[in-house]
């Protein structure tokens, strides 16, 4: 079954700089969250969107944006990036909004600054 | 307020043997759901088992249990039969009404031969 794709998978970046993460949903799903995880952390929430419009927002800095597309692909820019944003970021999709949606995860986006 | 707690960081459990991974709560919605995830040493986050509030039964999902109290506002998971590729970190979470889903600390565990 197909699952989340986050691209790319790794990405290092120098302090500054700016940087875009990809996250294709499960086909058919119409959310996407975004998630923060530094090193021995637990996942902080970001942001989420549901049909293309924020729906959520949590501790995601004013130096990221995020959208989504048309066709439901989600995209996370980062600008003037610190050595604090070092992390693992995850997407996840849900079908629907709501405490009873289940979110599966994509494999994550490991973003180094230097 | 920590919405999400997981009080055991680590945890060891002999191959073939149940563990249960401790987990409680905190809100005053009457509707949430209650999520477990593994993350392994690769990075990914998997889904493991789902407890809706207002579920009656328990939730499996083959090894997984979920054991739901409610009034404790606890939501234990069980992993029967422990295998050594379960080592790994465990995440329980939580969604109210928004869509902001809150996760615990988490809690290593460590499947010895």
């Known amino acids: 079954a197909a699952g989340v794709i986050q691209s790319p998978r790794h990405l290092i970046k120098e302090k500054r700089e700016t940087a875009t993460l990809k996250c294709y949903p499960i086909?058919?799903?119409?959310?996407v969250y975004w998630y923060q995880q530094g090193p021995g952390q637990d996942p902080q929430f970001l942001i989420s969107?549901?049909?293309?419009?924020?729906?959520d927002k949590g501790s995601i800095p004013d130096r990221f944006s995020a959208q989504q597309f048309s066709d439901y692909h989600s995209e996370l820019n980062m600008s003037s990036l610190e050595l604090g944003d070092s992390a693992l970021y995850f997407c996840?999709?849900?079908?629907?909004?709501?405490?009873?949606?289940?979110?599966?995860f994509g494999q994550g986006t490991r973003l180094t600054v230097v | 307020a920590q919405k999400i707690t997981q009080t055991q960081p680590g945890m060891f459990v002999q191959e073939k043997e149940a563990v249960t991974l401790d987990c409680t709560y905190d809100?005053?919605?009457?509707?949430?759901?209650l999520f477990w995830y593994k993350q392994p040493s690769s990075g990914e986050m998997i889904f493991l088992i789902y407890?809706?509030?207002?579920?009656?039964q328990n939730a499996t999902e083959g090894r997984y249990s979920l054991n739901f109290q409610k009034a404790r506002k606890s939501a234990n998971l069980v992993i029967s039969a422990s295998q050594l590729g379960d080592s790994a970190m465990y995440f329980c979470?939580?969604?109210?009404?928004?869509?902001?889903?809150?996760f615990g600390a988490g809690t290593r565990l460590t499947v010895k031969p």
């Open positions: 809100t005053s919605d009457p509707s949430y759901g």
């Open positions: 969107f549901y049909e293309k419009m924020q729906s």
């Open positions: 407890q809706g509030s207002y579920d009656q």
């Open positions: 086909p058919r799903h119409d959310t």
């Open positions: 979470a939580m969604r109210e009404d928004n869509n902001d889903m809150r």
């Open positions: 996840a999709s849900s079908l629907g909004v709501g405490p009873n949606t289940e979110a599966f």
